[in-house]
């Protein structure tokens, strides 16, 4: 086992590390408290290759290795969370086609990515189905003319206030189905240059081959307000043959692919965020004094830091080993997809409160980027599967 990085590694963490200093870190508090859609930073993290980093080779892709994604996502939340979600939807939309869908599916579905910085929705939660996908009522069923229809609504879906493309899974023929297939409803639209994330109106668009997508009004979230989070309505949408990606009836071991996939990224996420809330904290204890010491100094104190720093830690351990048993097609990759997942879940909530707590007082005003951290850490519990369902997934497998 190698635990060095490939100097292509290094590259793609040097080249977005520079990135986050220069373009996310020294204004973070200010783009967060301005609501505004990060546009020019997603525009920037495309011109440098970071963003759709799982466009294979044969679209012009760079097809970057899990190791390389991992480390890139990571750096991203390090920088700002809600940016590194924004661009992790765009893979987990995209990665679905670069996985099942046909050559030509490939060029008419990731293409568009290559040539502009395009942002898309990966849309599986409904208001009734959660943690529990089977229970999805969005619906493809034939017309009279014999073209699949498509219906339902979706919710929490990141980006889709601006996303040129939707990928959807959905039932197929009626809700009762045990079947889901995977479509993709491209969409484009003319790119925002800024826009505000909290009043932005619903965005209606009317496709050229029948129906309209609704997308709600933007979400008003906790944390992580610099992505956008919205419902999205598809109303009598018309999806060809060549929209539905693979086979109709293997959406579920598709999805699967693709949550063994996105686990680990919410764990760079996760990781991301901790390493942040464990370096303000460093910071401000070697900074701040005390009775007449350093607060990094009292003992106390100092375990604590210790705690952050051997979850944090962990966390990165487990999230390598995921990103490489997953890149392997290991048969064990989704019990650690899942164990990553939920120790930086907890490395980023440990280390953002404990952090929060030694910055005293000071810690619970908006301008110390603690707080930030603490709202944004709670979400890593939660989407691409709530900890319970990380457990069982595991669970399932060990006993
Ligand atoms: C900011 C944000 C962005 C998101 N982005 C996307 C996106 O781009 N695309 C998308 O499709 N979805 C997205 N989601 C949705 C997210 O994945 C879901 O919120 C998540 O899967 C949980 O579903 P739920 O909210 O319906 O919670 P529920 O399923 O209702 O769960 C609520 C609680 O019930 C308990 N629970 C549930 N199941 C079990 C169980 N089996 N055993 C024990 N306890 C259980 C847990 O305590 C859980 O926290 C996003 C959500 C947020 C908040």
């Known amino acids: ?148 229809v498509l219906n339902g609504q979706k919710c929490f879906i990141t980006n889709a206030s601006f996303a040129s493309q939707f990928t959807v899974f959905t039932k197929v023929g009626k809700t009762s189905s045990p079947f889901i297939a995977c479509v993709v409803v491209p969409a484009f639209a003319v790119e925002p240059e800024t826009a505000e994330i909290g009043s932005q109106a619903c965005r209606e668009i009317p496709l050229p081959c029948g129906g309209r997508i609704v997308t709600g009004k933007p979400e008003d979230k906790l944390g992580q307000r610099l992505s956008n989070t919205a419902t999205v309505t598809f109303e009598d949408v018309v999806i060809e043959e060549d929209q539905i990606i693979g086979d109709r009836r293997l959406g579920f071991q598709y999805l699967t692919n693709v949550l063994d996939y996105a686990r680990p990224m919410v764990a760079a996420i996760g990781v991301g965020i901790a390493r942040r809330a464990l370096d303000v904290t460093l910071a401000y204890t070697r900074e701040r004094r005390q009775f007449g010491q350093r607060i990094c100094d009292m003992p106390v104190a100092r375990e604590m830091l210790v705690e952050m720093w051997r979850r944090t830690e962990l966390a990165e351990m487990a999230l390598m080993k995921a990103a490489f048993l997953v890149q392997e097609g290991a048969p064990d990759r989704g019990v650690y997809a899942s164990l990553a997942k939920n120790l930086a879940a907890d490395a980023a909530i440990f280390c953002s409160v404990q952090g929060l707590h030694l910055h005293g007082g000071y810690g619970f005003m908006s301008e110390y980027e603690i707080s930030k951290l603490v709202r944004d850490a709670q979400i890593i519990d939660i989407y691409e599967g709530v900890r319970e369902v990380q457990n069982m997934i595991i669970g399932r497998e060990l006993a």
């Open 1 to 148: 086992m190698d635990f060095n990085l490939t100097d292509e590694q290094r590259q793609y963490l040097d080249t977005v590390q520079r990135f986050v200093g220069r373009d996310i870190t020294p204004r973070i508090l200010e783009l967060e408290k301005g609501h505004l859609f990060p546009f020019d930073i997603i525009r920037k993290a495309w011109d440098l290759g970071v963003l759709n980093l799982s466009i294979p080779e044969s679209v012009k892709g760079y097809a970057i290795d899990l190791i390389s994604t991992a480390l890139i996502i990571r750096e991203l939340s390090y920088g700002d969370s809600g940016i590194a979600t924004s661009a992790m939807c765009n893979d987990l939309a995209n990665v679905v086609i670069a996985m099942h869908g046909t050559d030509a599916q490939r060029q008419a579905f990731l293409g568009p990515f290559v040539e502009r910085p395009l942002l898309a929705s990966f849309c599986l939660t409904e208001p009734n189905a959660g943690s529990d996908n089977s229970g999805m009522t969005t619906l493809i069923r034939k017309d009279k003319s014999g073209k699949y």
